[in-house]
């Protein structure tokens, strides 16, 4: 049962939206956007978050849009990781989405929601780190177009009343070689002891990882060590290793040991992989 009652509003269009967050936020009544929801209420459940109104984007048809639009491939935040995996327009996207949670919830969780998740895991943010996707931003200042690695900064940075309406992502990245592996202590559905995604573009070795840190990455350190062809393999890997950009976790989940064993044979395999320069789609 959710403890506090709360007002629901979809809006058909940005603008409105957030029109309506400005004006609930003057009221003090801390309105939250609502992607698939599965987040907010099983929060609100445990009394972890509350709030005196949800806004759902999915009214919105913009942030539907799961097209190639031009050059670019355009996701909308209200996608769900069933239309993305079903889709496969964006293969290394699709696997991703694949494996958070399980199928049910995966009809409900969000694009947008997983980005935007206070869960640490967003593994839908890898791909899109690799591909150098741009954020498409609706807020009190207007719509603006960022590159994820200024919006994700260890979680995503947006000001109060701002809401992701979609992702881009150019043509090319869609069918790069590419390689998803997810390692979870033991069942096959459940939150990552180390999830790799990996990219193979102009012969370079790109990766991006969750679980190994407390928040998701691309470390250009640990892919200059991993493409540093002068050194052996096993040198490669244990200073891209050495570069994470933050300690590795030691918990109940795993501990720090194991997940660097994890990650060793990984990053190993991957670049076995992929640092060949013939290398094909793997899956
Ligand atoms: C059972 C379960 C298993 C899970 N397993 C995994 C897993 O294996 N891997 C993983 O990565 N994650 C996992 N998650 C986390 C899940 O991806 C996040 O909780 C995600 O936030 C849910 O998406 P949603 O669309 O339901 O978000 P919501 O509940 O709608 O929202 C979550 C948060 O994001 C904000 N938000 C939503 N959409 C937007 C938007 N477009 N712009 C700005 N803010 C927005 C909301 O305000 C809220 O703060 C799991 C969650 C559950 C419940």
Redesign the pocket.
């Known amino acids: 049962m959710i403890t506090f009652d709360f007002e629901y509003y979809r809006p058909d269009s940005a603008d409105q939206a957030v029109q309506l967050w400005n004006q609930l936020n003057q009221t003090g009544k801390k309105p939250?956007?609502?992607?698939?929801?599965?987040?907010?209420?099983?929060m609100g459940r445990m009394d972890n978050i509350s709030a005196g109104a949800v806004i759902d984007?999915k009214g919105i048809p913009d942030c539907h849009r799961l097209e190639i639009k031009g050059d670019h491939l355009i996701v909308g935040?209200g996608v769900t990781m069933t239309q993305i995996h079903e889709s496969n327009i964006f293969p290394l996207l699709a696997l991703a989405g694949a494996?958070?949670?399980d199928h049910t919830?995966q009809n409900?969780?969000?694009l947008?929601?997983?980005l935007?998740?206070?869960?640490i895991?967003?593994?839908?943010l890898l791909p899109l780190l690799l591909a150098d996707a741009d954020i498409i931003i609706a807020g009190p200042g207007g719509q603006k177009t960022l590159p994820v690695n200024k919006v994700f900064n260890q979680r995503m940075q947006?000001n109060p009343g701002e809401?992701?309406i979609q992702i881009k992502v150019l043509r090319p990245f869609l069918s790069y070689p590419h390689i998803h592996v997810k390692r979870t202590r033991q069942d096959k559905i459940?939150?990552?002891l180390v999830t790799i995604c990996a990219m193979q573009v102009d012969q370079q070795v790109r990766v991006a990882c969750?679980g190994v840190c407390d928040f998701p990455f691309r470390s250009e350190p640990m892919e200059k060590e991993l493409n540093n062809s002068s050194l052996p393999l096993e040198k490669r890997v244990d200073n891209a290793i050495n570069a994470t950009p933050a300690a590795i976790p030691d918990n109940f989940e795993g501990s720090a040991a194991y997940r660097r064993f994890i990650l060793k044979n990984l990053l190993t395999s991957i670049v076995n992989e992929l640092g060949d320069k013939d290398a094909s789609i793997v899956e």
């Open positions: 939250l956007y609502y992607g698939g929801g599965t987040e907010i209420i099983s984007i935040a494996r958070v949670a919830i409900k969780i969000t947008g929601g997983n935007c998740s206070t869960i895991y967003r593994e839908a947006l809401f992701i459940t939150y990552p969750s």
